[in-house]
């Protein structure tokens, strides 16, 4: 391969072959965000390493029988999630990764709100303003790591979904395959992140301002 990247078939085709370098590339590849999704449903990072080894061993002892039904991403996810809910009821994980999105938590802070007594209470309390120049700010260095750690400390569940969506570029119907959720719950998912994570911004840009 010469870190070339190859189509998807030529891809497979090494892998059916044992073609190290191909495997290594994938490893490279997919590798972080694998251990993001495991994390998601065992208790430990020690866990979730595991869970990605036995992965890779799946992917190599399965990929004659890929037939290309999904990609080979989504195929190599949903493998990693089989095994990730196993040792997560081993480990007595006891709440799902699809329930967090049911939970009663509100998308935005309450407090961005006003008062219920207040005639205006489903106004803003704090607004979000225009940024001055959003293009240069948000490439900056300082408000990309200000980003990265608003997605660190998200729940597990919806650090995934922003991070497969947001980050790495996956499609809707990709998370939803890749993670077994459902349309309504990807989205609930990505619209409680993608809000806290434009809270995060806002702050640290102080680009909020009351309304009255």
């Given at each position: 391969m010469a870190g070339?990247?190859?189509d998807e078939r030529e891809l497979v085709e090494a892998l059916r072959r044992g073609d190290e370098e191909a495997f290594m590339w994938l490893v490279d590849m997919y590798g972080p965000a694998l251990l993001r999704v495991a994390r998601m449903y065992v208790p430990t990072q020690a866990v979730a390493e595991e869970v990605v080894q036995e992965t890779w061993i799946g992917v190599l002892k399965g990929i004659d029988g890929f037939e290309g039904r999904s990609s080979l991403r989504t195929w190599i996810f949903r493998i990693l999630v089989n095994i990730a809910?196993?040792?997560?009821?081993r480990e007595r994980r006891s709440v799902p990764f699809s329930s967090a999105a049911?939970?009663?938590?509100p998308s935005v802070d309450?407090?961005?709100?006003l008062p219920a007594g207040d005639?205006?209470?489903r106004a803003w309390a704090l607004g979000p303003v225009?940024?001055?120049?959003?293009?240069?700010?948000?490439?900056?260095?300082e408000t990309r790591e200000v980003i990265l750690d608003a997605i660190a400390k998200l729940p597990d569940s919806q650090r995934a979904v922003i991070t497969l969506r947001d980050v790495d570029g996956w499609s809707s119907e990709e998370v939803r395959n890749a993670l077994d959720l459902s349309e309504t719950n990807q989205r609930v998912l990505l619209h409680r992140a993608r809000s806290k994570v434009r809270g995060a911004i806002e702050r640290y840009l102080n680009a909020m301002e009351p309304t009255r």
């Open positions: 070339d990247r190859l809910k196993t040792r997560g009821a049911s939970a009663d938590e309450p407090d961005r709100f005639e205006r209470a225009p940024w001055e120049t959003p293009e240069e700010n948000l490439l900056s260095g």
